[in-house]
């Protein structure tokens, strides 16, 4: 096995940093719709003629002789011409522009210089892109491949990678340089951008920085009759890749969104917080309101406290004074005409007065039986009355029973059991023998 150090110096870097043949082929099939064209509207006999200038290890050879066409290739690096030669391939040790200044006119299907135009001068890519158009048959096509500086990335970092590079140019300059040639129409294909760029996923500043496209071609084509370059239009006509501004835009928008959601969410918020203030605002005036009224009631209270001391003081010094003394016989007669018609109106004055009458006769007779002469005299009277001196006896021993009773209940309530019972007994035989 060959080591790197015994390789030609830009065939073990092309190794390195390019990447796998078979990676740098599959990515050359993006010009398959651009040049299927020219197979099916080629003249019976010899296959379509194709130059590759710069043809390195000869992956777009390769390609161009699977699909059909006589492709012959053209390098100044003879360990890249070894890589083709290994394969087969048709090459030639030559400078690029010579070679292409030697092709007869309208000889040629296809003129390709990938990555190229990056190494020489732009007056000679000037004059590829001229004498590309002299060496092409009409509808040909010219592909000038070369890293893409709109990736600042690649613009600014590994494009000098490769030292034998001058400098970036620019999509739009390179296309320029395509159509003031003379070509009838030209497109731009950016190529090899990471595929997760063709759907809706967040874009982040890294990827504006180093997203869009990192390679991109000038696909350009040599006027012809409409009816041939027809079957072009829909190559032509598509868009390809992902170019800085896009992405720059999309990065844009998204902030934009971002950022008009975070102003709803924050107005929604303040929204919110004016609510909850509006709403504190409103229970801080209830309360205020509540501690007026608490203030109001507790100075009321504090009036009628004061109101109610100053009146409970001037009842006692009223019924300490000696007028109140004074007139407690006239307040007294005043009040009996009051109560004697209350108890008219409630049935009480009959019951009442007997009641009275009652309680004076039995004071009176008591009085009497208490002093002997009384009681002669009061015995000698009453015989000649019989029905007062019945009524006079049936009070007494009415008085008399309830006296007994309530001392009986008295003596009854503090006699133990046995006690209780010989008094029944003693009272028993004490009514046998009365009878």
């Not at 390709?112 to 590829?128: G, K």
């Not at 400098?167 to 030209?186: I, K, M, V, W």
């Not at 951008?193 to 084509?221: F, K, M, N, R, W």
């Not at 006027?223 to 190559?235: G, H, N």
């Amino acid at each position: 096995m060959t080591s790197i150090a015994s390789q030609p110096f830009y065939r073990a870097f092309e190794d390195r940093y390019r990447g796998a043949r078979a990676t740098i082929k599959d990515r050359l099939r993006a010009y398959l719709p651009f040049i299927a064209p020219l197979l099916a509207q080629a003249a019976p006999g010899p296959r379509p003629a194709a130059l590759d200038l710069g043809c390195g290890r000869g992956e777009w050879l390769e390609l161009l002789g699977e699909q059909g066409f006589a492709a012959r290739g053209i390098d100044l690096d003879a360990g890249m011409l070894a890589a083709c030669h290994e394969r087969g391939l048709d090459v030639e040790l030559a400078d690029a522009l010579s070679a292409l200044r030697a092709q007869p006119d309208h000889s040629l299907a296809i003129v390709s210089a990938f990555h190229l135009v990056e190494h020489i001068p732009f007056d000679l890519v000037r004059e590829l892109a001229s004498e590309a158009l002299r060496a092409l048959q009409p509808g040909g096509l010219l592909i000038m491949e070369t890293p893409n500086p709109e990736n600042l990335t690649v613009g600014a970092t590994s494009f000098y990678m490769d030292p034998s590079h001058l400098h970036p140019l620019p999509p739009n300059l390179l296309a320029f340089a395509a159509e003031h040639a003379g070509f009838a129409r030209q497109q731009i294909v950016r190529l090899q951008e990471d595929p997760q760029l063709h759907t809706a996923a967040p874009v982040g500043l890294i990827t504006v920085l180093e997203g869009p496209s990192p390679d991109y071609s000038i696909v350009a084509q040599k006027a012809a009759p409409a009816a041939l370059l027809a079957a072009f239009d829909a190559s032509f006509a598509a868009s390809y890749g992902v170019a800085l501004g896009t992405l720059a835009q999309r990065y844009d928008a998204q902030a934009a969104r971002q950022h008009a959601e975070i102003h709803a969410i924050f107005a929604r918020q303040m929204a919110e917080i004016g609510a909850a203030h509006s709403a504190l605002a409103r229970q801080e005036d209830a309360l205020a309101a509540l501690r007026a009224d608490s203030a109001r009631l507790e100075q009321r209270l504090a009036q009628n406290e004061a109101y109610a001391a100053a009146m409970s003081q001037r009842v006692v010094d009223l019924l300490d004074s000696t007028s109140w003394r004074i007139t407690a016989p006239l307040r007294w007669l005043m009040a009996w005409p009051r109560r004697l018609q209350a108890a008219r109106r409630e049935g009480r004055l009959r019951s009442g007065l007997q009641r009275r009458l009652k309680g004076a006769v039995l004071g009176l007779a008591r009085a009497v039986l208490r002093r002997p002469r009384v009681k002669r005299l009061a015995r000698a009277v009453l015989q000649h009355l019989p029905g007062l001196q019945a009524r006079m006896q049936g009070l007494l021993y009415q008085a008399a029973a309830e006296s007994a009773r309530a001392a009986a209940a008295e003596v009854h309530g503090a006699l133990s059991p046995r006690a209780t019972r010989a008094y029944h007994e003693l009272k028993k035989a004490y009514q046998t023998r009365k009878n």
